[in-house]
């Protein structure tokens, strides 16, 4: 089963910054898609940011647009999701996920259906 590992969520004020991981031991995905999405309390996955295999394309929520930042090591088989400015209204579970298709640059992002790969997550806790 492949996995995707999250990382770097935690308890921050409202104004600051953190950095997400995401790696998938023992396989690439260097030639997929990759994204963030986050899900809150009580409410709906929503999408957060995509990039293309090759950091050609980007796609960012409104709601985070420029605030969040997405970029991928392919040698490393990492993405990231530099969180800037963070609000109590970005409280949530943030997933990594990972896409195969090759008809898009992004996948099927910003969908959150049809999605290949899924981690299972890091907690952000934005406090005002």
């Known amino acids: 089963q492949v996995q995707l590992v999250e990382s770097g969520g935690g308890l921050v004020r409202s104004g600051d910054s953190l950095r997400l991981s995401c790696v998938a031991p023992?396989?690439?995905?260097?030639?997929?898609?990759m994204g963030w999405f986050r899900q809150a309390p009580g409410k709906e996955r929503e999408f957060v940011a995509a990039?293309?295999?090759?950091?050609?394309?980007?796609l960012l929520a409104g709601s985070v647009k420029g605030r969040f930042t997405i970029s991928r090591d392919n040698a490393k088989n990492t993405v990231y999701l530099q969180m800037n400015g963070l609000q109590p209204e970005d409280t949530a579970v943030y997933y990594c996920?990972?896409?195969?298709?090759?008809?898009?640059?992004?996948?099927?992002?910003?969908?959150?259906?049809?999605?290949?790969?899924w981690g299972k997550g890091t907690l952000v806790t934005v406090s005002s």
């Open positions: 990039i293309s295999w090759d950091e050609t394309q980007t």
């Open positions: 996920a990972a896409d195969r298709t090759t008809s898009q640059a992004l996948g099927v992002m910003p969908r959150t259906f049809g999605i290949d790969y």
């Open positions: 023992g396989r690439t995905f260097s030639s997929s898609a």
